[in-house]
């Protein structure tokens, strides 16, 4: 059982390809993340959304960008991607306010080459 | 800022041996301490977590105190399993509710 659910679990995309990740949250939460976990990084984060509006943005490259229609639904819009974004991206979700757990879907492992 | 240090890995232990990893952090204000943990293909879940000093966080066996004095948050388990074979990571909430996160350590358990 999740409460957030990532699609597509697995990518493979070309440089000039366009796609999206896709994330949903089960959990009534009004806080949604985007985390990337690379093996020289393992764990960075990218965006947060709070409220359905973006609140964090971790001097990500342009080629990543961010949607969040609503408090349920979060995702990440990919187009001109590097070699080097090739990793783990981990979509969470919590309430709003510091000690409150965070909750992590299962990922969505992108391949670009 | 607010930071996580963990001890590097991996860590290699047999199956019943003793488990401690590591954790201190830097922190102002006192956050709520996590540990995370990351079986191999999947993502992150909460293991265990503690919101106050001396508070104990546990679960599946395994412990962690909230150490005030020291700034750490080491994870215990009397007993590892092969079935703990996964990366932890230990985590602080800072004061806007964003997770800061330790660089994580490999744990392998050998029948």
């Known amino acids: 059982e999740t409460g957030v659910t990532q699609t597509p679990r697995h990518l493979v995309m070309g440089m000039t390809n366009k796609k999206s990740l896709k994330c949903e949250q089960h959990?009534?939460?009004?806080?949604m993340y985007w985390y990337k976990q690379s093996a020289k990084k393992p764990l960075e984060l990218m965006f947060v959304?709070?409220?359905?509006?973006?609140?964090e943005n971790n001097s990500v490259p342009s080629r990543f960008s961010p949607e969040c229609p609503n408090s349920s639904h979060l995702f990440l819009h990919l187009h001109t991607l590097q070699p080097e974004d090739s990793a783990l991206y981990l979509c969470?979700?919590?309430?709003?306010?510091?000690?409150?757990?965070?909750?992590f879907g299962e990922g969505s492992w992108l391949t670009v080459v | 800022g607010d930071s996580v240090t963990q001890m590097e890995g991996p860590v290699t232990l047999s199956e019943e041996a003793f488990l401690t990893i590591n954790c201190t952090y830097t922190?102002?204000?006192?956050?709520?301490l996590f540990w995370y943990v990351q079986y191999p293909g999947e993502g992150l879940q909460l293991l265990l977590k503690a919101t106050k000093a001396d508070d104990k966080g546990s679960n599946k066996g395994f412990e962690a105190t909230y150490r005030k004095e020291t700034t750490s948050f080491h994870l215990e388990k009397g007993s590892v399993q092969v079935s703990d074979s996964a990366v932890y990571f230990c985590a602080l909430s800072d004061p806007t509710g964003k997770l800061i996160f330790g660089q994580g350590t490999t744990l392998q358990v050998k029948p």
């Open positions: 969470a979700s919590s309430q709003i306010g510091p000690g409150n757990t965070i909750y």
């Open positions: 959304y709070s409220l359905e509006e973006r609140v």
């Open positions: 922190a102002t204000g006192y956050p709520s």
């Open positions: 959990l009534g939460h009004n806080a």
